[in-house]
């Protein structure tokens, strides 16, 4: 029997159940809408000038894991070689020195980099210093304002780390999830909670500027009694900040497959998981840790600072390379091939490998910026009348109405404030939605 699968684009508001094909909200319009007939109009913008007020950052993307978590949804590969990591590596820089080139990128300083995944921490101090020579060589960062590494705990040695912070890494973020190793086996993470107890102390030393770690409320097998020791065991890690992600489930989950296939996972719903993550979220603050947005919670006694989510969501430039990346340029969004022969094939030909994307209309790249920064928790109205010359306050006054009488936000006119509630914050991917202009309301989100 078939199951009924919900629109993520519109399942907001109270879906009960985690249910296949929630999305965590990290771009709009839908990617589903961006498409291949617009892709030239990229090609044209990299020839054309940069517009003057945009800052620039770049995303490498590493998509080499140990084991595939069976939550995960991101582009990952398990079953590649040193030698395929090393083709990989090398198409990576090429795509890009052919970016440094083009007038739209030339010349430009970089205000922040991103190691993501995957895993950059998987490959070997000798592929990533092969790897940072090429690309510094072309677009230097030692001025960039933050260096940003993700990490999986089990793949950091000693020498590693050293290397990590030779190349300038400012924040370490470290994929720990979870601190009980029948929950991480139960969920296919490949490593055990002894790995980050082993990894702490160099971390210490080495002395980062922001040590980030990523926990999951709702893996599956977690109860009350766990998701405490969890926390607990995070404060007395003590990272400079945490982040707790809601589990979903988008549809290329392995949990996904799973549940689709007939499987009854005991999946927390998300009335438990909300439940969980304000936990922790008072836990924190009672530890002295301040919240910086849904998601992130950090020592109060340090600026809040996350120079990559700021400058994407506030519609900077970012280049995203690697297989799958997404990027935005000159108001452009853009995403790479996502499979490894066509990345591969068109770098093999010199060729930049975009494969799809979309031209934002001024009104998208207000309603973009709007919920993204709505995610932050606080948005001022004065920001978007300086920067679009627009009134969100009127524009989306409907959306905001319905959202205050749920007891999701609060509209704060006197003060320039858009508040959303404590409630509000625990679901605001739910909320996120509401805005979106009616022909993307009933558009698949991936
Ligand atoms: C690229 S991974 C971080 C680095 C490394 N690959 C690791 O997992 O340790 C990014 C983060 O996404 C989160 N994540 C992945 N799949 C998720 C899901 N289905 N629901 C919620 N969070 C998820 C995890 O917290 C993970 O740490
Ligand atoms: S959560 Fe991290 S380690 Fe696990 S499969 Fe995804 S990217 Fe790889």
Redesign the pocket.
């Known amino acids: 029997m078939s199951k009924s699968i919900p629109e993520p684009a519109t399942a907001g508001i109270e879906s009960k159940d985690t249910t296949v094909g929630s999305v965590?909200v990290s771009n709009y319009p839908p990617y589903s809408t961006w498409n291949e007939a617009t892709v030239p109009e990229v090609h044209d913008a990299l020839t054309e000038k940069p517009r003057k007020d945009a800052l620039l950052g770049l995303y490498m993307h590493i998509p080499f894991?140990r084991k595939r978590?069976k939550?995960?949804?991101?582009r990952?590969y398990t079953d590649k070689n040193s030698s395929e990591i090393d083709t990989y590596l090398n198409a990576l820089a090429k795509e890009i020195e052919i970016y440094s080139r083009q007038p739209a990128i030339a010349d430009r300083p970089l205000h922040f980099v991103y190691f993501?995944?995957?895993?950059p921490?998987y490959i070997s101090v000798k592929h990533l210093t092969n790897l940072v020579d090429r690309v510094k060589k072309v677009m230097p960062w030692d001025a960039a304002e933050e260096i940003a590494f993700?990490?999986?705990?089990g793949t950091l040695t000693q020498k590693k780390l050293e290397a990590i912070k030779h190349i300038g890494v400012t924040r370490l973020?470290?994929?720990v999830?979870n601190l009980n190793d029948d929950i991480l086996a139960e969920n296919g993470?490949a490593?055990l909670s002894k790995e980050v107890y082993r990894i702490a102390p160099w971390i210490q030393e080495l002395d980062f500027e922001q040590v980030n770690m990523?926990?999951?409320s709702g893996m599956i097998g977690e109860t009350w009694e766990s998701w405490r020791d969890t926390v607990k065991k995070t404060i007395e890690l003590n990272p400079d900040c945490v982040?707790v992600?809601?589990?979903?489930?988008?549809f290329n989950?392995v949990y996904s497959k799973d549940i689709l296939g007939g499987d009854a996972l005991p999946v927390a719903d998300w009335k438990l998981k909300r439940e969980w993550h304000q936990y922790a979220f008072e836990q924190f603050e009672k530890a002295g840790y301040a919240q910086s947005s849904a998601y992130t919670v950090i020592k109060k006694d340090q600026p809040s600072k996350f120079v990559y989510r700021d400058a994407v969501w506030q519609g900077n430039d970012m280049i995203g390379t690697g297989v799958a990346s997404f990027s935005h340029l000159s108001g452009i969004h853009f995403q790479n091939a996502p499979s490894w022969g066509d990345y591969l094939g068109n770098l093999e030909e010199d060729k930049l490998p975009v494969y799809r994307a979309l031209k934002l209309t001024e009104a998208e790249k207000l309603t973009r910026e709007m919920i993204l920064q709505l995610k932050l928790g606080k948005i001022r109205p004065s920001y978007f009348r300086a920067k679009f010359n627009a009134d969100i306050l009127k524009i989306y006054a409907e959306a905001y109405q319905k959202l205050q009488n749920d007891g999701m936000l609060v509209i704060k006119s006197k003060s320039d404030e858009i508040q959303l509630t404590e409630r509000g914050l625990l679901r605001v991917d739910s909320l996120l939605p509401e805005f979106y202009a009616p022909e993307y309301q009933n558009t698949r989100y991936t």
């Open positions: 965590f894991c978590c939550f995960c949804y991101f990952v993501g995944g995957g895993t921490s993700e990490c999986e705990p973020s470290l994929g999830e993470r490593h990523d926990l999951i982040t992600y809601q589990l979903e489930l988008p989950t």
